[in-house]
């Protein structure tokens, strides 16, 4: 890939549709411009150009266009759209005039980002933050990635990396003192106030998990005995039948799930086989995996059959009884809920449950970490500043303790991208649709 080619894609979605935006970003964005559509507008003013086909003049299309002349634009660089019809034949009549012109070629998956970043217009947690806003299905999914793209973490990661250099600065400076005897002690104390501040700020980040649970969603499973509606409850609350029901014990043998919105909170509901000893070898596997899950699971909805009597449930973190099949009349008096996933009688509070349960696991979608990549990179600057901060007091060696210091200046540093971005670049943009 090679940053002073032009590069052009849709940036709009795939199929037939009222307009299609195809983005071009490069030295030669204005000269594409001329050649296809005639006089530029002003620019970041849209004006109407039929844009024509290079070689022959003949006309491709009454288009929409707007120039954004580099820096001030998304990439960085100089920077053009097209609004055109979205009809399939018109699009790749573009496209394919603009694949002519020499100097210009398709991007690959992310590259406008990739541009974006290497010209410090994002940094690497709004990448991702870009990234968790196309990909956000829920409304705290979706507010959750917006912060993240308005720089919360990058801001608060840059404080905290310019507040351990600083610290850094005057722990190296106190090195010139150690020739000459003892540190002054208010230049230590100073150094040992800043490198506490900085820990403790950097623990109470990492105190919650809710951001990169927001962003995997909330995971209910559904277990209990053969036959208990799990797979009626699963079809009732995706509001479609995503599982076969039928009377025959051992019906659901594998896992299925199902993403919903509830309450503007992403959870996946997990049905699974039921639970019962069987010399059939394929419903065994079927047992052991929905033990495995209902382990894993945020909650465990262990439902309860009115016919049965209850049997023992699966180790989980958080369990709730519900008593399914209200409808027959034969109530339980031992269950959190009663429902009937067929009538929908309790459905509603059942809902609310779950909700209030997700509400409380996730939040608001307000968490600073979003990834476990941010977590992994505190987690080492949390470690070196304490090591640093106990070699101080320990009076250990100070270019220890100062290189200590500097390790935990890089960690921050990742997050914004400042240092070992190469892989993280690779798997991230490798992850966008061409167009962003």
């Given at each position: 890939m090679r940053s002073?080619?032009?590069?052009?894609?849709?940036?709009?979605?795939?199929?037939?549709?009222?307009?299609?935006?195809?983005?071009?970003?490069?030295?030669?964005?204005?000269?594409?411009?001329?050649?296809?559509?005639?006089?530029?507008?002003?620019?970041?003013?849209?004006?109407?150009r039929t844009l024509r086909e290079p070689a022959s003049g003949e006309p491709l299309d009454q288009a929409l266009v707007l120039w954004m002349p580099g820096p001030r634009s998304f990439t960085g660089e100089d920077q053009a759209e097209l609004h055109i019809h979205g009809g399939l034949a018109t699009r790749a009549a573009v496209l394919r005039a603009l694949g002519t012109i020499p100097g210009c070629r398709p991007a690959e998956a992310g590259e406008f980002t990739r541009r974006?970043?290497?010209?410090?217009?994002?940094?690497?947690?709004?990448?991702?933050?870009?990234?968790?806003?196309?990909?956000?299905?829920?409304?705290?999914?979706?507010?959750?990635?917006?912060?993240?793209?308005?720089?919360?973490?990058?801001?608060?990661?840059?404080?905290?990396?310019?507040?351990?250099?600083?610290?850094?600065?005057?722990?190296?400076?106190?090195?010139?003192?150690?020739d000459e005897g003892d540190v002054p002690q208010d230049l230590e104390a100073d150094i040992l106030n800043r490198l506490d501040h900085l820990h403790a700020e950097i623990a109470q980040a990492l105190s919650s998990r809710s951001g990169e649970r927001l962003r995997e969603g909330f995971t209910v499973v559904l277990a209990g005995p053969p036959n208990a509606g799990k797979s009626t409850l699963l079809n009732a609350l995706a509001r479609r039948d995503?599982?076969?029901?039928?009377?025959?014990?051992?019906?659901?043998?594998?896992?299925?799930?199902?993403?919903?919105?509830?309450?503007g909170l992403p959870v996946v509901i997990v049905d699974t086989a039921g639970l019962r000893e069987s010399g059939d070898v394929i419903e065994q596997e079927g047992v052991s995996r929905a033990r495995a899950r209902a382990q894993d699971a945020d909650l465990v909805?262990?439902?309860?059959?009115?016919?049965?009597?209850?049997?023992?449930?699966?180790?989980?973190r958080r369990l709730l009884k519900v008593a399914t099949k209200a409808d027959l009349n034969r109530s339980r008096h031992d269950c959190d809920l009663s429902i009937s996933a067929s009538t929908g009688e309790g459905l509603s509070e059942l809902i609310a449950a779950l909700e209030h349960e997700a509400e409380a696991a996730l939040g608001k979608g307000d968490a600073i970490l979003t990834r476990e990549r941010h977590r992994?990179?505190?987690?080492?600057?949390?470690?070196?500043?304490?090591?640093?901060?106990?070699?101080?007091?320990?009076?250990?060696?100070?270019?220890?303790?100062?290189?200590?210091?500097?390790?935990?200046?890089?960690?921050?540093?990742?997050?914004?991208?400042?240092?070992?971005?190469?892989?993280?670049?690779?798997?991230?943009?490798?992850?966008?649709?061409?167009?962003?």
């Open positions: 002073d080619d032009t590069i052009f894609a849709t940036a709009s979605g795939h199929g037939r549709a009222a307009v299609c935006i195809i983005r071009i970003s490069g030295p030669q964005s204005l000269t594409i411009l001329e050649t296809l559509g005639g006089s530029v507008p002003e620019p970041r003013h849209a004006a109407v974006a970043f290497l010209n410090g217009r994002m940094d690497l947690s709004q990448v991702e933050g870009l990234a968790d806003v196309i990909d956000a299905e829920t409304e705290a999914q979706r507010r959750q990635a917006m912060l993240q793209l308005e720089g919360r973490l990058g801001n608060a990661a840059e404080n905290w990396r310019e507040g351990i250099l600083q610290a850094l600065a005057l722990l190296e400076a106190s090195l010139d003192f150690s995503v599982a076969i029901v039928s009377p025959i014990a051992g019906t659901t043998r594998d896992v299925i799930e199902v993403h919903c919105d509830l309450g909805l262990w439902l309860i059959p009115p016919e049965g009597a209850e049997t023992g449930a699966p180790p989980a992994k990179a505190l987690e080492r600057a949390h470690d070196s500043l304490a090591a640093g901060w106990k070699l101080l007091i320990s009076r250990g060696p100070l270019e220890l303790a100062a290189e200590e210091v500097r390790l935990a200046a890089r960690a921050v540093g990742e997050i914004t991208g400042r240092v070992d971005v190469e892989d993280v670049l690779d798997r991230l943009f490798s992850s966008f649709c061409i167009g962003k």
